[in-house]
């Protein structure tokens, strides 16, 4: 990987801070975050900014730029990786190590007096806007909104947004017709006395209406902004996509049956004068919901006496929490997500002694297995599939100048997923084709030992991820070892694979409590940079359970396996593990064998019926 | 326990809230909080308002009275208690459980519209009255600040403002002089560009002036103020103190050496106009710290430009951690209580099967046993006896009507410590003296492991305390059970047995990460009401660690019991325990044996050696 050469880019960008042709005054600084205007994790290569100029392309990353310097900050997952794609006229800002300074500290120590720091209100967050807008001004300085992104006006070949064609999802697989999704809604806003309600979220317009798209790689995503009242729903989004059948069909934009649930279809860059003509009709009490992770530029377009922004909105909770449908749908993907991956270790352990199978060539067969099953849409993520020291590269996806050849002496982390029209899937496994070292197993066995401590974890109704987190590092700070990532994230039914707002973590957010029929990951893992890598996922649903007592009726919550792939018994030291892990191993392995092994019988997939017998033998 | 009758005072109180005498418009509802001035926990008797109002006399908790509602809120150690002393009058509002409202939604939710909300400017902190005046502006209603307290003005037979005489400290118990606490305060302030620090925090006014005093029953503090700047000490107490030769020989202020340690000394009521005149001197760079928990009053004497408002102060931080003086002067205490402890449980083993010994009875026979040991000053807070149904009010406090008698068929919980001047303690043991059930053993097996599973973690340099609580709560979690508190507190060095910046708890606040010197409590719990209590508390102190591996040479951090009381092994069902959970047990109270066994030894205490050597032998 060589670093992308930013000597003229960072001159041009420069130059526009200075130039009054698009600010009013020159600005000292130029903050470039990583989101687009949905503050999406995953985004379309139109708003690839921050890639485009410093070179890091992972998921997470802020550029700022001032007249002297240029910084990113990344967090752990991608230190190597950034040290590896920027060139010299960048600082890597370390995040979550402790001498590392925030953006606003950092700005602070560099900048003159009274300094202009520029950035796009449409792609920061009002939450940040505002947290920076303070630090900064309380040093002397001032947060400024540039209306034309600076990035776009030097980016001379910028692609152009999608409008991918749209596809409606029937009650098979949501459970819900989005009617009643809006009708629930309402109920939530007319309990909080809320009037209005802007959803910011991709994958929240796509959930509530049942729609999807594939603006977006591996989001099953489109471009649109919704604003829901009590009687009016307007949906903002390409207009040629209004004129699709499915889509008109599907919302009964011809003969609406209730005028409470008609649906206004509406240019999707007229959200902002849309929401401000919504706004100027409001009564005194009148509210207005909106994330406080929507952008600045559409926030404040309401007035500050009707806001109500929230950290998660209604649709994000209801999304979070699947319904019986949903949690049918993402089993049936995950078993054929198995079948997959139980076929692709099949074929790797024939084909890796011969030496021809790359990181690339391993990836794309695992996608080819994986397209080959019953609604298949394409991957969730790109894959991780890293050999020896790449997979310490926590979010490392092979390039072919970094691409290895698996081999049997190291170990190989493949990191995966695909969207299936009846749920999303996403897994890792780190195997080895040879001897692993006893220093290698140790490792994989208390990375195990961390995965189980979650997975079978039993605690109280209304408790938060983030209290679980030690559970899954425990075994390895006994011995010194940590992990620089969280432990599990919310995962979408057929949506994004990343979703709030639950999740696993040591950082302390704003989680919600877990409740029954939510789906997360468990994925703790060890890396030893330079050497190997180690990661162990499953993806996991929260189900109630009935432990001995029940503690003023409370009631207790654990985990239930959804990811039915054999964990590779060799890389396994079974004396570090308790009687109690390795039941849970061994329990775990004959439902992989009970219910894969079914499904690959039915298949007709023989070879790979045999391999995942073997592998998911007992261990004493 | 019989309630409070409050018909009267709420009627007072109700009168004065609309009265012109002390609020310019009536108020509609009258916020009273626990605090003092100086958001001390424990508080002297004339700042003792809430209890006042509304009988409840537990250390947490904020009552609020509307024109027609009265309402307390407190946390699960005190639900059972509140709900006894309060009468009903008064609506328990439990924090903590998720259907019970905050404040401030509570406020709205009452109060008729355009309301407004009075409370004393001196007693809340700025924190809450900024989060309060948001909450409440936004639904119409308004914060005023009422400077004569409203409960003072129907207190009819208020108790004076203590002014106890001072004792200093010297290098012995120190470690450091006051003088090189304010050089090295002054370096922090320079490092962070802070031109005054204003300390509000009667702990750390005596921790950095190394004074002590007894304004506050518990609390070795005094009141007081500091105003520290560059080149000046200004100190704020009653006058009077000022003329003790103790104190003018300790704050060299007769014959200054240097100008800049010179201290001056004023009245405690001159803070808030010498800060006004302090701030009016200010250049345009100039920030004063404050700790964001300091009181409204004194926060808004400073004008916002020149606010550095933290949520920890340094001295916090520094007082945190201990020194080597100060580490073993808490070790020398610490075995000193552990004989005391030993003397006891020896003397009830005899006395209980008489009947004649009570809760009251054995606190003060405790209380006897310690002030015969060396440097003893007095208790660190009020003790916890409590037999049977009692244990499960978690901060019960033995009353003549509540007494019950020590028996072989209950449980004995007792929470207790002291004030040496070389440190403090607090130490929770919970005993059978007859036959326990095998609920009550299992119960008990299941707080020791979350007690030995804090106690024994490994974690790497940095991590915050909120990420241990977990590990207490685990084995409980496993069978339905749980704990409704945090489990563990900062303990200072003969300063207030409660103090932060860490602490253990599931409750997600801005702790400090542990450093290496710092000491905490351990101290999970079961409690099922109406039967039993059960709680096992140690004092603990940070200590690195090397385990088998150092990733990223971060360092690893562990806890060394400092208490040394023997846990009761009748109590244990062994085979509950992992062989790793024996042998901490074993190793601790070998320890035990050893350690205090020489003490008492020395101290010709024979019985209870007998009793701890007994009371130590190793499990299988």
Chains 1, 2 share one sequence.
Not at 283 to 289: A, E, H, L, M, R
């Amino acid at each position: 990987m060589s670093p992308k050469i930013t000597v003229e880019l960072l001159r041009k960008l420069r130059q526009v801070m200075k130039g009054s042709k698009y600010v009013a005054e020159p600005i000292q600084a130029y903050i470039i975050p990583s989101g687009d205007a949905h503050q999406s994790e995953y985004i379309a290569p139109c708003d690839c900014r921050r890639e485009f100029i410093c070179g890091f392309n992972g998921s997470a990353g802020t550029a700022i730029v001032t007249e002297q310097h240029a910084a990113m900050w990344t967090d752990g997952r991608y230190f190597l990786q950034a040290s590896q794609q920027m060139d010299n006229n960048w600082t890597l800002m370390k995040m979550g190590l402790k001498e590392t300074l925030s953006q606003e500290d950092w700005l602070i120590s560099v900048l003159p007096e009274n300094s202009k720091v520029g950035v796009d209100p449409w792609i920061i967050a009002a939450d940040q806007w505002k947290t920076l807008a303070k630090a900064l001004s309380s040093a002397g300085h001032s947060l400024v909104a540039v209306q034309q992104n600076l990035i776009d006006a030097i980016w001379e070949d910028r692609p152009a947004r999608p409008s991918t064609q749209l596809s409606a999802l029937g009650l098979k697989y949501t459970g819900l017709r989005w009617q009643d999704k809006v009708m629930q809604l309402r109920a939530k806003m007319a309990e909080r006395k809320i009037s209005w309600f802007v959803v910011t979220a991709l994958d929240e317009v796509a959930w509530l209406f049942n729609l999807r798209g594939s603006d977006i790689e591996y989001n099953p995503v489109f471009f649109a902004y919704a604003i829901i009242g009590m009687n009016s729903i307007r949906l903002f989004l390409d207009e040629k996509r209004t004129a699709d059948p499915v889509v008109r069909d599907h919302l009964v934009l011809t003969e609406p049956s209730k005028a409470e649930l008609h649906v206004e279809c509406l240019p999707y860059q007229r959200v902002h004068d849309e929401l401000q003509a919504v706004c100027s009709t409001l009564g005194p009490k009148d509210k207005v919901w909106i994330c406080d992770k929507a952008s600045c530029a559409l926030t404040q377009a309401i007035p500050k006496m009707h806001r109500a922004p929230i950290p998660y909105t209604p649709l994000c909770l209801a999304k979070a929490v699947k319904n019986p449908t949903e949690i049918q749908g993402m089993r049936m993907a995950h078993i054929k997500d198995a079948v997959a991956l139980c076929e692709l270790f099949t074929w790797l352990e024939k084909e890796i002694p011969k030496g021809t199978v790359t990181e690339i060539s391993a990836a794309d067969r695992a996608e080819e297995l994986r397209s080959q099953q019953k609604d298949f849409v394409g991957l969730s993520f790109p894959t991780i599939s890293s050999v020896g020291p790449n997979g310490a590269i926590i979010h490392y996806r092979p390039l072919p100048e970094t691409n290895r050849t698996l081999s049997l002496t190291e170990l190989y982390l493949i990191d995966s997923g695909a969207q299936y029209r009846d749920g999303t899937t996403d897994v890792t496994r780190t195997m080895h084709f040879g001897t692993p070292t006893d220093y290698e197993k140790e490792c994989f066995t208390y990375v195990l030992k961390g995965h189980i401590a979650v997975s079978a974890a039993v605690f109280p109704n209304g408790t938060k991820g983030h209290l679980l987190d030690s559970f899954a590092r425990a075994a390895l700070w006994d011995s010194g070892l940590d992990y620089l990532h969280g432990t599990g994230h919310g995962v979408g039914c057929f949506l994004n694979v990343h979703e709030g707002p639950c999740g696993i973590s040591y950082k302390t957010f704003a989680d919600e409590p877990l409740e029954a029929g939510m789906i997360l990951s468990d994925e703790p893992g060890y890396y030893e940079d330079g050497s190997f890598g180690i990661r162990l996922e499953n993806v996991v649903l929260v189900v109630p359970t009935k432990p001995k007592y029940n503690y003023r009726n409370r009631g207790s919550l654990t985990f239930e396996p959804i990811t039915l792939v054999p964990i590779q018994l060799k890389m396994i030291r079974s004396e570090l593990l308790t009687q109690k892990e390795r039941d849970w191993l061994n329990d775990y392995h004959r439902k992989c064998q009970e219910i894969i092994g079914a499904e690959l019988e039915r298949q007709g997939r023989k070879e790979a019926l045999d391999w995942l017998i073997r592998e998911t033998q007992p261990i004493m």
